[in-house]
């Protein structure tokens, strides 16, 4: 018998057809919200790297302190101790601005591939501590972010890998003004932050999220395994508007 999920967890239509296509060069995700005659188009998928998960537990959630007596939100479902690829894709919806014209090249969703495989339902992937009797159809449930800032990281070594963030921070609110550097890797031109933790051997990856409530899509096969883990970027959000 086919999975077909929650029905308070299902992606919507809208949700859903945005979720098959944007992995998928070529694909119009919607229109600028500025412009609706400019669409939004898919240009690109890049691999950005692979992280490693060693417990299997993973914490989609933002990197920085934004609530000192917050947990991180740990995702309940497991995914096999192992290393994951992670992806990126681009898309483009050129404007102009006071006479000039740009790209309007964004990320528009990044995601964490678990296996290879067909998704045949997106569901919202719930935390360790949500209760999904108190959901109603409707609700949607995620990180909360105001840096529009997430990342994937191994949920035992979360500690660890987000201390780069949690210096910055301290850093800058101690010697304000001052030029201060973060101990992360770039990637795809500081698009991205990796940090690495050799003592533990798991690695988090930053991404771009939207400013507000950012969910962590999961997609199923037919069967119910996990295929991916993704989340919407801003172009992402603006183009389902």
């Not at 014209?101 to 309007?104: E, R, T, V």
């Given at each position: 018998?086919?999975?077909v999920?929650?029905?308070r967890?299902?992606?919507?239509p809208?949700?859903?057809?945005y979720?098959d296509?944007?992995f998928t060069p070529g694909?119009?995700?919607?229109?600028?919200?500025?412009?609706?005659?400019?669409?939004v188009?898919v240009?690109?998928?890049?691999?950005?790297?692979?992280?490693?998960?060693?417990s299997?537990?993973?914490?989609?959630?933002?990197?920085?302190?934004?609530?000192e007596d917050?947990?991180?939100r740990e995702?309940?479902?497991?995914?096999?101790?192992?290393?994951?690829?992670?992806?990126?894709?681009?898309?483009?919806a050129?404007?102009?601005?006071?006479?000039k014209?740009?790209?309007?090249r964004?990320v528009?969703?990044?995601r964490?591939?678990?296996?290879?495989?067909?998704?045949?339902?997106?569901?919202?992937?719930?935390?360790?501590?949500?209760?999904?009797?108190?959901?109603r159809?409707?609700?949607?449930?995620?990180?909360?972010?105001d840096?529009?800032?997430?990342?994937?990281?191994?949920?035992?070594a979360?500690p660890a890998l987000?201390?780069?963030f949690?210096?910055?921070w301290?850093?800058?609110?101690?010697?304000?003004?001052?030029?201060?550097?973060r101990?992360?890797e770039?990637?795809?031109d500081?698009?991205?932050?990796m940090?690495?933790?050799?003592?533990?051997?798991a690695?988090?990856?930053?991404f771009?999220a939207?400013e507000?409530?950012?969910?962590a899509?999961?997609?199923?096969?037919?069967?119910g395994e996990?295929?991916s883990i993704?989340?919407?970027?801003?172009?992402?959000?603006?183009?389902?508007?």
């Open positions: 018998m086919a999975y999920g929650d029905g967890l299902v992606a919507t809208e949700v859903r057809a979720l296509a944007v694909s119009l995700l919607g229109a600028r919200s500025d412009d609706p005659r400019q669409l188009e240009v690109e998928v890049t691999r950005l790297s692979s992280i490693r998960v060693p299997g537990r993973l914490v989609v959630d933002t990197p920085w302190l934004e609530d917050g947990e991180p995702l309940a479902v497991r995914i096999p101790p192992g290393v994951y690829g992670v992806d990126a894709a681009w898309t483009e050129p404007y102009e601005f006071m006479g014209h740009f790209s309007g964004e528009a969703a990044t964490l591939c678990v296996r290879e495989g067909t998704v045949a339902v997106w569901e919202m992937g719930l935390a360790v501590d949500d209760d999904i009797e108190r959901l159809q409707g609700d949607e449930v995620g990180f909360n972010t840096t529009s800032t997430g990342a994937f990281g191994d949920a035992t979360w987000t201390a780069p949690r210096n910055f301290e850093q800058r609110r101690t010697a304000p003004g001052a030029l201060v550097s101990a992360t770039s990637l795809d500081g698009e991205f932050e940090v690495r933790d050799e003592a533990r051997g690695d988090l990856i930053t771009s939207t507000g409530l950012s969910v899509w999961l997609g199923r096969a037919e069967d996990l295929i993704v989340v919407m970027g801003h172009m992402g959000m603006e183009a389902l508007a």
